[in-house]
């Protein structure tokens, strides 16, 4: 590299820290030249997104196989969701830590050695006999899941030139946002035609094709000598954890009546400020505070917040919705579900077209976030008496809104900030994406429960003498049949109530999404980063 060169040439002054840090950083590349250049970008695409689809189908794809494991593994109700819960809270502690680990042992290691880890622990979680095993195999796998998320979207941007980059970023935001869609479908499949040991087993064979491919064409991103902050770290660690612990368990535990919930409340509050303290006052922080003064870049975390929260917690309240009040089987809901990927293939695919062209990419996510706001607002006029039609056709325009949302925002976050924070930039985006993710299912299922007890109430109000047009008296002279037509009536109500709910909880989501309206004015267009010109980065 240059900077190797002149430091070995008699008389030439010793660089000093700060200039070999900034010599192996790669550089803002010129048009029609990658970061990292390789032969065979085509093929090395393909590996990388065979670990990002395995890693995001995982994350979802258990869900449906959770009453089988139940038995399986002799859990209850309320233990067996800590299968999902420790591959939650393993993916938010280890995510923060992507972008120094990165640095130390090198992108191409990391990546590949998460590649073999994700395979293993994904076979010994199939093999599982009991409850305790398959919390401590998920939490392994929810590690190596972390690093592979922000790694892959890195990778896609490096190996790419600045042309090509919106490109790139829309065939990895397609594995992205298809994935929780597909998962509850597969999953399905896997558990009702074999058992739910495929859910994991199915990994194997996408795992072994994914490190063929990286171990043979992944570059390595230059390492960069990093002071851990375990301090930092640690404080930012717990404070996730213990958030996600208590939106995980609040509405079992009837959030703050329960001294749990309180403590993991107080926990999480109070290790956030103290992380925030020492990031803006410590001499090597956990993030570099360089990535703090990006302004899309923050305000692109923001936006993740409310994507993750739209995007999660409405795939986390239709199956359900469909399941119970529609009467659909798990094959026909995951079905029902996959126009909402349709539309995220079509909009993604012609923002990458229209970014390659220097189209606004603000334009577009605005344009996003009016077309979600607008598929909110239809799902708030649904019956109970509707086809399929309906879910349909709301659910591509919503698909086509996310799409529109999701490439340009990344381009956007990404254009202004400099090539040697990409992990660090992608770790928070994920991690803001997967907080809001909780945040919204934890918000949308307690106003779904509160609601739907309201509208009972409110229903039931005027169930009275008069309104039957028989006499009420006769029912109870009638015996069991007379209590059967009463609890016949009592499942109308609450068939009732919970529409009502399901439709507050599509309003609700509905303004959370317009309220996210004006951070679309904080962005700017990042040109200055179009005509960048360096040199590409020497790999020899």
């Given at each position: 590299m240059a900077s190797a060169n002149s430091a070995s040439r008699p008389g030439a002054a010793a660089p000093s820290p700060a200039s070999r840090q900034a010599a192996a950083a790669p550089k803002a590349p010129s048009r029609g030249v990658a970061a990292l250049p390789v032969e065979n970008r085509g093929l090395l695409t393909v590996g990388v997104m065979l670990a990002t689809i395995m890693q995001i189908l995982d994350s979802t794809i258990a869900n449906v196989a959770l009453p089988h494991m139940q038995a399986s593994l002799g859990a209850t109700a309320d233990t067996v969701t800590w299968v999902l819960t420790s591959y939650i809270v393993a993916s938010a502690i280890a995510i923060p830590a992507a972008g120094w680990l990165s640095d130390k042992i090198g992108s191409r290691n990391l990546f590949i050695f998460c590649i073999v880890g994700f395979v293993a622990s994904s076979m010994l979680c199939g093999l599982a006999t009991g409850l305790t095993e398959m919390v401590a195999f998920r939490f392994v796998q929810g590690t190596c899941a972390a690093f592979m998320n922000p790694l892959s979207q890195t990778v896609m941007m490096d190996i790419n030139p600045p042309e090509k980059q919106a490109r790139a970023l829309s065939i990895w935001g397609m594995g992205i946002m298809i994935g929780p869609i597909l998962g509850p479908v597969i999953g399905g499949w896997l558990t009702e035609s074999y058992n739910w040991r495929w859910v994991f087993y199915i990994n194997v064979p996408l795992g072994i094709a994914a490190f063929a491919i990286l171990w043979a064409l992944l570059p390595s991103r230059p390492q960069r000598e990093r002071q851990f902050d375990l301090f930092g770290f640690s404080m930012l660690a717990v404070a996730v954890a213990a958030f996600q612990l208590m939106l995980d368990r609040g509405q079992n535990q009837d959030w703050f009546s329960s001294w749990e919930i309180i403590v993991e409340g107080l926990v999480a509050i109070s290790c956030f400020w103290v992380f925030?303290?020492?990031?803006?006052?410590?001499?090597?922080?956990?993030?570099?505070?360089?990535?703090?003064?990006?302004?899309?870049?923050?305000?692109?975390?923001?936006?993740?917040?409310?994507?993750?929260?739209?995007?999660?917690?409405?795939?986390?309240?239709?199956?359900?919705?469909?399941?119970?009040?529609?009467?659909?089987?798990?094959?026909?809901?995951?079905?029902?579900?996959?126009?909402?990927?349709?539309?995220?293939?079509?909009?993604?695919?012609?923002?990458?077209?229209?970014?390659?062209?220097?189209?606004?990419?603000?334009?577009?996510?605005?344009?996003?976030?009016?077309?979600?706001?607008?598929?909110?607002?239809?799902?708030?006029?649904?019956?109970?008496?509707?086809?399929?039609?309906?879910?349909?056709?709301?659910?591509?325009?919503?698909?086509?809104?996310?799409?529109?949302?999701?490439?340009?925002?990344?381009?956007?976050?990404?254009?202004?900030?400099?090539?040697?924070?990409?992990?660090?930039?992608?770790?928070?985006?994920?991690?803001?994406?997967?907080?809001?993710?909780?945040?919204?299912?934890?918000?949308?299922?307690?106003?779904?429960?509160?609601?739907?007890?309201?509208?009972?109430?409110?229903?039931?109000?005027?169930?009275?003498?008069?309104?039957?047009?028989?006499?009420?008296?006769?029912?109870?002279?009638?015996?069991?049949?007379?209590?059967?037509?009463?609890?016949?009536?009592?499942?109308?109500?609450?068939?009732?109530?919970?529409?009502?709910?399901?439709?507050?909880?599509?309003?609700?989501?509905?303004?959370?999404?317009?309220?996210?309206?004006?951070?679309?004015?904080?962005?700017?267009?990042?040109?200055?980063?179009?005509?960048?010109?360096?040199?590409?980065?020497?790999?020899?």
């Open positions: 925030l303290v020492h990031l803006f006052t410590a001499k090597n922080p956990l993030f570099d505070r360089e990535i703090l003064r990006d302004r899309n870049l923050m305000t692109s975390v923001a936006f993740m917040l409310v994507v993750g929260m739209v995007l999660i917690a409405t795939m986390a309240l239709l199956p359900p919705m469909l399941q119970t009040l529609y009467g659909y089987p798990v094959l026909d809901t995951g079905f029902l579900m996959m126009p909402r990927g349709v539309g995220v293939l079509i909009s993604m695919s012609i923002a990458g077209q229209l970014l390659q062209r220097n189209f606004d990419a603000r334009i577009l996510v605005g344009t996003g976030l009016v077309i979600a706001i607008w598929s909110l607002y239809d799902m708030t006029g649904w019956t109970l008496m509707m086809g399929t039609m309906p879910f349909i056709l709301t659910g591509l325009i919503q698909g086509l809104g996310l799409g529109l949302i999701f490439i340009p925002l990344n381009t956007l976050a990404f254009g202004t900030l400099d090539p040697q924070y990409r992990t660090e930039g992608t770790s928070l985006m994920n991690l803001a994406r997967n907080v809001g993710a909780s945040v919204g299912i934890s918000v949308v299922t307690a106003e779904l429960a509160r609601n739907l007890q309201q509208s009972h109430s409110d229903i039931a109000q005027h169930i009275t003498p008069q309104a039957f047009p028989f006499d009420p008296g006769l029912a109870q002279a009638l015996g069991s049949a007379g209590d059967a037509a009463a609890a016949m009536v009592n499942g109308l109500v609450t068939q009732q109530a919970a529409m009502v709910a399901y439709l507050d909880d599509f309003k609700l989501m509905m303004v959370m999404t317009a309220v996210a309206i004006p951070l679309v004015f904080l962005l700017k267009r990042p040109e200055a980063r179009q005509g960048a010109k360096a040199e590409p980065v020497d790999m020899h």
